[in-house]
């Protein structure tokens, strides 16, 4: 049975993760007087439960605390990703075989690609399928498992038709940043990622600027596997440092 002690500092722990989004282990181990391994054995404890999760050295709400729902995602900052899905698409070539990820950025450029006739599109997103159902493009669904949160397909099935397909330029969202490259809060998601990035000739994350203040749980791939990211306007100083220079940045 855990001391009064640990219970008050690990609800403590939980009110200042949740208040400011993340925690380092360090700042915490500072922040109540402790060892950095008394944190982690309270992140861990609080991990078990669903509540916290524990990333690269930092700690975060678990998902089903901060993860909105897609629905909700598509109305936030809808003017910049309008703008970088129009400038994603001014990139396609006809006939290309491309895959829209999962996301609200991606599937802002799902409803442009309709302007497109000669397309392959392979997309792990029921939204985008849906937002590209009269198309005259060639639309391939992966299907797979659902994942409710963000209607994207994932899963055993879904990585098996990846590994199968041969992709001209995908377009990635994420969730935010870590330092090494951009995250996604769910593992499932993860996984598909990871086989449409090997499987890409071209890969681009779709990203409006507000995801730079963000961090996921999981980092899907290092900024040196992507070949150009999107924002909807121009870095500051500051926020180019979170951004490596090995990655072509495309500002509108």
């Not at 060892?35 to 709400?61: A, F, S, W, Y």
């Not at 990703?81 to 450029?109: C, P, W």
């Not at 449409?196 to 899907?220: F, P, R």
């Not at 900024?223 to 940045?249: A, C, G, Q, W, Y």
């Amino acid at each position: 049975m855990a001391r009064t002690v640990d219970i008050e500092r690990r609800n403590k722990i939980i009110n200042v993760v949740l208040t400011n989004g993340s925690a380092k282990i360090n700042e915490l181990a500072q922040m109540f007087n402790v060892t950095t391994e008394t944190i982690r054995k309270d992140v861990m404890e609080l991990h078990e439960k669903n509540i916290l999760q524990k990333g690269h050295g930092i700690v975060l709400p678990a998902s089903s605390y901060t993860e909105n729902p897609l629905p909700y995602k598509i109305s936030e900052n809808a003017d910049a990703k309008a703008k970088i899905a129009n400038y994603a698409a001014s990139l396609i070539t006809e006939k290309s075989v491309v895959y829209i990820d999962s996301g609200t950025t991606v599937l802002q450029l799902a409803n442009v690609l309709n302007i497109f006739e000669s397309l392959t599109i392979i997309t792990n997103s029921m939204m985008a399928a849906n937002a590209l159902s009269n198309s005259k493009n060639q639309l391939l669904v992966t299907g797979g498992e659902l994942r409710p949160k963000s209607y994207s397909y994932v899963g055993a099935w879904t990585q098996r038709v990846l590994r199968q397909s041969r992709i001209d330029i995908a377009f990635m969202g994420c969730d935010g940043f870590h330092t090494n490259g951009p995250t996604v809060g769910s593992y499932r998601e993860l996984e598909a990622k990871e086989v449409v990035l090997n499987q890409a000739s071209k890969s681009i994350l779709l990203a409006d600027t507000s995801k730079l203040t963000k961090q996921g749980l999981y980092c899907y791939c290092m900024f040196n596997e992507l070949d150009m990211i999107i924002f909807e306007r121009s870095l500051t100083n500051e926020e180019k440092e979170s951004v490596p220079h090995s990655v072509e940045i495309y500002p509108l």
